[in-house]
C-alpha cells in the first residue's frame, strides 16, 4: 500500500527548532490525508497535525502557532516544522497517511522519530 520513511527528529534545547520530513512510496494515489502524531512515554498516541487530499490543515491546540504541516506533492513528501520547542514536545514522532483502498480504510504508519526537549 503506502510506505513511510521518517527523518529529522534528535535533541534540542527549549526554544529551538527541527523540521520533521516523512518521505512516501507506494500507492500516493489512495491517499486521503497525511499527518503527524505523536506519543509520550506513558501517553497515547495523540495527533499533531494533518492535512488532507485537498489542502485542509488542522492542529493539535498545544501546537497551533509553533508548528507548521505542508507538503510536497512532487516528491511526495510531507514536512512538520517546529518551532519554539518545549519539554512537552518530548515524544516519539509517527508520520502517518490514511488512504482507501477499494472501500477500505487503511493507515500507514513511519517507524517514528524521537524529539528531545530537555528541561
Known amino acids: 500500500q503506502v510506505q513511510l520513511v521518517e527523518s529529522g527528529g534528535g535533541s534540542v534545547q527549549p526554544g529551538g527548532s527541527l523540521e520533521l520530513v516523512c518521505a512516501a512510496s507506494g500507492s500516493i494515489s489512495s491517499i486521503v490525508s497525511r499527518g503527524w502524531y505523536r506519543q509520550a512515554p506513558g501517553k497515547e498516541r495523540e495527533l499533531v497535525a494533518d492535512i488532507n487530499r485537498g489542502g485542509a490543515i488542522s492542529y493539535a491546540d498545544s501546537v497551533k502557532g509553533r508548528f507548521t504541516i505542508s507538503r510536497d506533492n512532487v516528491n511526495n513528501a510531507v514536512y512538520l516544522q517546529m518551532n519554539n520547542l518545549k519539554p512537552e514536545d518530548t515524544a516519539v514522532y509517527y508520520c502517518?497517511?490514511?488512504?482507501?483502498?477499494?472501500?477500505?480504510?487503511?493507515?500507514?504508519w513511519g517507524q517514528g522519530t524521537q524529539v528531545t526537549v530537555p528541561s
Open positions: 502517518n497517511a490514511r488512504g482507501i483502498s477499494g472501500y477500505q480504510v487503511f493507515d500507514s
